[in-house]
């Protein structure tokens, strides 16, 4: 069983930063891609980055510009680096993943919240 587990979030100022990570309980070059999401209090969940076993990394324009995904193979660890934050980026933050021949979103993490405020 896959396990993903979400640490690093807290509270932060506008204009601040807060860093992301996602350990993977299994060797990470199972999964072919894996991802960040976000639910703000009363809205869906969005995906926020994606980042493949290649290295290729996608962003939601919202993010674009102050967000950064990156992995460690070594470590099984995928980090979403968050700067120049917004309080429209407050919400609880999900890692996701998902091997060969599944959706990036087969196996989730449990959650870790974000809070943007002054």
């Known amino acids: 069983q896959v396990q993903l587990v979400e640490s690093g979030g807290g509270t932060a100022q506008p204009g601040g930063s807060l860093r992301l990570s996602c350990a993977a309980s299994?060797?990470?070059?199972?999964?072919?891609?894996m991802g960040w999401h976000r639910q703000a209090p009363g809205k869906e969940r969005e995906l926020v980055a994606t980042?493949?076993?290649?290295?290729?990394?996608n962003y939601a324009e919202s993010v674009k510009g102050r967000f950064t995904i990156s992995r460690d193979g070594a470590k099984s660890t995928v980090v979403l680096q968050m700067n120049s934050l917004k309080p429209e980026d407050t919400g609880v933050y999900y890692c996701?993943?998902?091997?060969?021949?599944?959706?990036?979103?087969?196996?989730w993490g449990q959650g870790t919240r974000v809070t943007v405020s002054s």
């Open positions: 996701s993943g998902g091997g060969p021949g599944e959706g990036i979103g087969a196996y």
């Open positions: 299994t060797r990470f070059f199972m999964f072919n891609a």
């Open positions: 980042i493949t076993r290649s290295g290729r990394t």
